[in-house]
């Protein structure tokens, strides 16, 4: 098959198609296809998705499989002459727009619906959120491993920007997200994580208590922030796992008070918020309080009280 420059009927006899369709070519000599570098020129109106794929197929000496539910007809036009890179380009935005779309798996590329891409799709990308993604209309998946941000909380911010039939799971363990999408929309989808996944000024707050024990409510606190269950040792801090709310509490049992340091000031916000609710005086049944903390400047607090038990039981009611 020898190709020119003018637009000419392409392989008739060899794919056995009507002319609804002509390309251009450099001429060669030899070889089942087109080169990568020779420009052709699209013409396919109204033509079979089946004829069309066979074309593409030739172009780029590639082997396409047609799944049996891909059906209908389609319309590739270029004014000027395009290359072959672009030609398929061409076709897989085509493709989108009547609900189909190219998976590459085992060297095969499978002409199979949208909503079946997502199971079907042999390329698989490890990407950091900071380089490109493959370009093209084609289904492919994708790692994206965060250093700082929470991927659980992520996946809320990118869902909308995800298209229905494909798919965005976190992986707790590893911090990474898994996203299922065409390679173009995972290009813009690795330029919005590695604006989220920066790491965040550190705010640091102390918290006086005024009725609650340190220790007790630091416990509490950052149960209610992160969902942890561990506990708190006076003089430890309590800091969040790995892509958990980044908050971390520290107890001072010397002031009876919190010592809070966040990633940011929301989070930072919401534990003084939680602390407030925690930090009530007790109540008895007649809605008075019977139990009275009392700061002390100079003495110690063991001793005092030992001071005081002896007086009380010395002394009269």
């Known amino acids: 098959m020898i190709m020119h420059t003018r637009n000419l009927t392409l392989a008739l006899a060899l794919l056995g198609l009507a002319p609804t369709f002509a390309l251009a070519a450099a001429p060669r000599s030899q070889g089942p296809a087109l080169k990568a570098a020779t420009p052709v020129t699209l013409n396919f109106v109204n033509a079979d998705i089946e004829a069309v794929t066979r074309a593409i197929g030739v172009m780029m000496n590639r082997q396409f499989i047609i799944d049996p539910r891909v059906k209908g007809q389609i319309t590739l036009y270029s004014e000027q002459q395009v290359s072959v890179q672009q030609a398929y380009l061409n076709y897989l935005a085509a493709l989108r727009t009547l609900g189909f779309t190219v998976v590459e798996a085992a060297g095969l590329y499978k002409v199979v619906p949208e909503a079946d891409a997502k199971l079907q799709t042999g390329t698989v990308t490890v990407n950091e959120g900071r380089s490109s993604a493959p370009r093209g209309d084609q289904v492919v998946t994708q790692i994206f491993r965060l250093d700082h941000e929470n991927a659980n909380n992520l996946v809320a911010v990118l869902r909308p920007l995800i298209s229905p039939n494909n798919t965005i799971n976190a992986n707790p363990g590893t911090n990474s997200l898994v996203i299922t999408d065409y390679a173009e929309n995972l290009q813009r989808l690795a330029k919005v994580i590695a604006a989220l996944d920066t790491p965040g000024s550190t705010d640091i707050e102390v918290v006086p208590l005024k009725y609650a024990v340190a220790s007790d409510v630091a416990t509490l606190v950052q149960k209610l922030a992160d969902g942890s269950g561990?506990?708190?040792?006076?003089?430890?801090?309590?800091?969040?796992?790995?892509?958990?709310s980044a908050l971390s509490v520290l107890a001072d049992p010397?002031?009876?008070?919190?010592?809070?340091?966040?990633?940011?000031?929301?989070?930072?916000?919401?534990a003084r918020a939680i602390i407030a609710k925690l930090d009530q005086p007790s109540s008895d049944s007649s809605g008075g309080s019977n139990i009275h903390v009392v700061y002390l400047k100079n003495a110690d607090a063991a001793k005092l009280a030992t001071v005081l038990r002896a007086a009380f039981a010395a002394g009269s009611s």
Do not use: E, H, K, M
Request: hydrophobic fraction near 40%; charged fraction near 10%.
């Open 254 to 270: 010397r002031s009876n008070a919190l010592i809070l340091r966040a990633s940011n000031p929301a989070r930072l916000s919401a």
């Open 230 to 244: 561990g506990t708190t040792t006076p003089g430890v801090p309590v800091v969040a796992s790995a892509g958990s």
